[in-house]
C-alpha cells in the first residue's frame, strides 16, 4: 500500500495502528453531514440497523479517541467536535419519537425495533422496564394503603 492512501480498516485495527502512528483516521462516510441530516427524519424512516447498530457507540469512540490524547490531526478532532452535539441531538429526538409510537400503541413496535441502533434498543428496554417497575411500585403502595387504612378501621 502506498503512502497517503485511503481505506477502510475496522475501528479496533485503525485506532490502534493510530496509537502507534502508522496511520492517520478519518471518520466514517455514515457520520458525514450528508447522513446524520437524514437521521432527523425518524427511526421509521431511517433504519440504524442498516448503517450501523453500533452507530453511537462507535462515535462515542470516536470522541474518546480525542478526549485520550491519541494524536488525530487537528481536522478529525473539530470534526468529532461538531458530531457531538448533532448526535446528541439526533439521539435524543429520535428517542422521543419512539416512546411516542410506543405510547401511542398505534404503531408496531417489533417493526420498529428491527431498525434501531443497539444504543437505541437498549434505552427501549430499559424504559419498559422503569415503566413495569413503577407500576408494580404503584400497585404495591397503594395494596400497602388500603391495608393500613383497613387497620385503622378495625380498631
Known amino acids: 500500500m502506498k503512502a497517503g492512501s485511503k481505506t477502510e480498516l475496522p475501528y479496533w485495527l485503525a485506532s490502534m495502528l493510530c496509537k502507534m502512528q502508522f496511520v492517520r483516521i478519518d471518520v466514517p462516510k455514515v457520520y458525514t ?73 398505534q404503531g408496531d413496535m417489533s417493526l420498529l425495533m428491527r431498525k434501531l441502533s443497539d444504543v437505541e434498543r437498549r434505552l427501549v428496554v430499559k424504559k419498559e422496564l422503569a415503566v413495569t417497575d413503577y407500576e408494580d411500585w404503584r400497585k404495591s403502595s397503594y395494596t400497602a394503603g388500603h391495608v393500613s387504612g383497613a387497620q385503622k378501621r378495625r380498631r
Not at 494524536?71 to 419519537?97: A, S
Open 33 to 105: 453531514p450528508k447522513y446524520t441530516a437524514k437521521l432527523i427524519a425518524g427511526p421509521e424512516t431511517v433504519a440504524m440497523s442498516d448503517w450501523s447498530p453500533w452507530y453511537f457507540l462507535l462515535a462515542r469512540r470516536y470522541a474518546e479517541m480525542t478526549i485520550s490524547g491519541f494524536n488525530i490531526g487537528d481536522e478529525l478532532t473539530q470534526k468529532v467536535e461538531n458530531l457531538i452535539p448533532v448526535l446528541k441531538e439526533t439521539l435524543l429526538t429520535r428517542f422521543r419519537k419512539i416512546i411516542l409510537t410506543d405510547h401511542s400503541r
